[in-house]
């Protein structure tokens, strides 16, 4: 979920999403906690700020952390969590800000280099490889990157007309000219975008519209009329936002409203159409899992409030969970026994790979992400080390 936006022409045709009573019915129950065979695990502990964080679907975790107390908003690093293994990508005095990474493991971000007024440009980090793709002297911010490795961003020396750009192959081309304030950019599989078109000048208070281009056809799904936001789009084509019915699903112009899910904000969905997204309980937010036969509220305290999220086709989650301004990442996997690290019901070599990539954190002066110790401690004394990897050994499957 991007919490973070700030306040061309293409052919446009008009779909206009207008919510049938039939749309909005009783749904399925709604259950506190994770789903059966799911548990929530830490991959951070710490007193920093751990926030804006996107998954993929090969399990591959960024965020970005910003280290505490930081008055001024300077130090927030980019990190990479894969296979137990936690990576420090940036070491600046920078602000490395809304990280997203694709299925091929290519990650971008944005970058200032001045405290609350620098200007952002975007970041690509591929194969090792550090690479900032644009040098203005305007916003570039909040980047997407789809699988194909396009990067779509809205850009613009204000922020309430932002228009959206995107780099592909080393060239950058203008994607949007309507004079808004484009933002909060999903992309799929076959680089179709949604987003959400802000207008700042309404009067009494802001509007928006949902906005999506598939097959290069641009689709205004809503009229504008409401302060509609948070969009996501998967592989099929198929749009969520948030408005005032609830969390909202547009399907080649079929429209369902979630049930339960007034004061929803910010949805993503996955492949196989599950949705997660933020919901206000009066008094924190938790994450609401709507799989299409339950909905689960995941969290119940503002200790465990959610902060930010996405969702992998697995059914896996990344969180930003905690009680504000300390932030943490965890993650809802499923269930597994002790040295099964990759879940896939065998202790093996796969899984030596997990316990020994936990054990290099220290020696790379990062901190052992907690669900290590929750999989490869055996003798529950803090560490990882020989005795846990002996206990380890008397797990390990038999060949057949």
């Known amino acids: ?69 930081n008055p001024d908003g300077t130090n927030e690093e980019i990190f990479l969590y894969e296979n137990g293994k936690l990576r420090q990508l940036t070491f600046n005095d920078l602000e490395e800000h809304w990280p997203g990474i694709n299925d091929s493991g290519t990650i971008t971000w944005a970058r200032r ?32 990157i789809g699988d194909s490795g396009i990067i779509v961003w809205p850009s613009g020396g204000d922020p309430d007309t932002l228009q959206l750009f995107a780099y592909r192959d080393g060239d950058i081309t203008q994607v949007t000219n309507n004079g808004l304030s484009n933002q909060c950019i999903t992309i799929n599989a076959a680089d179709d975008l949604a987003w959400v078109r802000y207008d700042f000048n309404a009067k009494p208070f802001w509007l928006s519209t949902i906005m999506c281009s598939i097959d290069g056809d641009v689709h205004e799904l809503t009229d504008g ?7 996501g789009i998967n592989d099929a084509g198929i749009v969520t936002w948030s408005d005032d019915p609830g969390v909202m699903l547009w399907n080649d112009g079929d429209l369902l ?49 959610s902060h930010g999220f996405d969702i992998a086709d697995s059914g896996e989650l990344a969180f930003a969970i905690g009680d504000f301004p300390e932030l943490d ?7 597994r026994d002790p040295g099964d690290f ?46 846990d990897f002996g206990s380890f050994q ?3 499957t038999p060949n057949p």
């Not at 906690?33 to 960024?62: C, F, S, Y």
């Not at 009329?225 to 969009?231: D, S």
């Not at 020994?356 to 004394?381: A, K």
């Open 257 to 305: 409203v979630l049930p339960d899910s007034f004061n929803g904000r910010g949805p993503r969905i996955n492949n196989v159409e599950e949705v997660v997204y933020a919901l206000w309980l009066g008094e924190f937010w938790t994450a609401a899992l709507f799989t299409g036969e339950h909905t689960y509220h995941l969290f119940d305290s503002v200790q465990q409030e």
């Open 329 to 335: 990442i965890a993650i809802l996997w499923r269930i």
């Open 394 to 396: 008397r797990l390990v």
């Open 342 to 387: 990759t879940g896939d019901g065998l202790v093996n070599v796969f899984d030596f790979h997990s316990m020994r990539n936990c054990m290099s954190n220290v020696e790379c002066g990062v901190q052992m992400p907690p669900v290590c110790l929750d999989m490869f401690d055996f003798d529950v004394d803090g560490d990882i080390d020989f005795h």
């Open 113 to 144: 280099d001045l405290p609350f007024g620098g200007d952002w440009e975007i970041v690509r980090f591929e194969h090792g490889v550090e690479e900032q793709i644009t040098d203005n002297s305007v916003y570039d911010v909040t980047p997407s």
């Open 1 to 69: 979920m991007d919490t973070s936006c700030l306040r061309g022409a293409l052919a446009l045709s008009i779909l206009i999403a207008v919510v049938p009573a039939s749309a909005i019915g009783p749904g399925p129950d709604v259950i506190q906690g994770p789903p059966e065979g799911w548990q929530i695990v830490m991959l951070t502990d710490d007193p920093d700020q751990d926030r804006h964080v996107a998954m993929n679907n090969r399990g591959q975790i960024v965020f970005s952390k910003r280290i505490l107390p």
């Open 225 to 231: 009329a409401t302060q509609a936001q948070g969009c």
